[in-house]
Structure formats: C-alpha cells, structure tokens
C-alpha cells in the first residue's frame, strides 16, 4: 500500500518536475557563463507542455501502449519518459559578437526556475510528512 500511496501521480509528477528542473537549471547556468563568450548561442530547455501533455493523457486515460517498436505513440507514454527538449536560440540582432544570451532574461528564467523547484519540494515534503503520519495511526 505504500508503494502506491508513493507512486501515485502526484508523487510521480512533483519527483519528475524535481528532476526537469534540476536540469533547467544547469542550462541557465550555462548561458549566463557564456554571457560574454563571442558566438555563444543562448539554449533553453523546454519540458513544461510536455510534462502538462503527459499528465493530461493520463488523467483521461488516453495514453496507448506500444507493443511492438515500430507503433506509433501520442506522445509520452508516462510522467517518467518526459524529457524536455533543447532549443537553441540563434542571436537575431544582426549587431555584434553573434551571442544570444541575454543576462536579464536568465535571471529571471533563474528566478523562475528556483521558486517551482522550491514549490515542488516543498508539495513533495508535504506528501511525505503526511505519509508519515498516516503510517504512525496518529
């Protein structure tokens, strides 16, 4: 009982998001070291529609299941194989060293980025702390 009660959707979602955004956060990092790297093209990584697409097929119940490797799926088969992609964004100002990153849209991409992680965390410590106290019979 446990188990399920830990791999739930809402577990599965808050831990998945855990790790998304872990890695969100090694890519801005990544552009805001490169900031004054001359032909550094600025990246992001894109994992919310997917994760949001994800959960949504699952809610209604609409994911399929692929038994043979040449099937055809509607998109993530589970929370767990989301994965994001990695979108580079090319400098379109035609002025200067050709670098993409702007300084101030990382920041608050950083800010951003901290806060869910801060959020999902705390959600997730919530479940468990209530877990926890399922499971004493207070």
């Known amino acids: ?18 790790d998304l955004r872990a890695k969100n956060q090694n890519f ?10 001359p032909g550094y093209s600025a990246v992001k990584f894109q994992f919310e529609d997917a994760l949001a697409q ?7 119940g609409a994911a399929l299941t692929a038994t043979d490797p040449r099937h055809i799926t509607n998109g993530a ?8 992609r990695i979108v580079e964004i090319t400098d379109q100002t035609g002025v200067g060293d050709k670098n993409s990153v702007s ?11 901290e806060l869910m992680f801060e959020t999902s965390a ?3 410590q919530k479940k468990i702390g209530l877990l ?5 019979g207070q």
């Open 1 to 18: 009982m446990i188990g399920k009660l830990l791999g739930d959707q809402t577990t599965q979602v808050l831990k998945k998001s855990l």
């Open 28 to 37: 801005i990092a990544a552009n805001i070291a490169n900031a004054e790297t």
């Open 54 to 60: 994800a959960i949504d097929q699952r809610q209604a």
């Open 77 to 84: 088969a589970s929370i767990a194989a989301v994965g994001g």
């Open 103 to 113: 300084v101030d849209d990382e920041m608050l991409e950083l800010s951003k980025n």
């Open 122 to 124: 705390q959600l997730l």
């Open 132 to 136: 926890r106290y399922v499971i004493a």
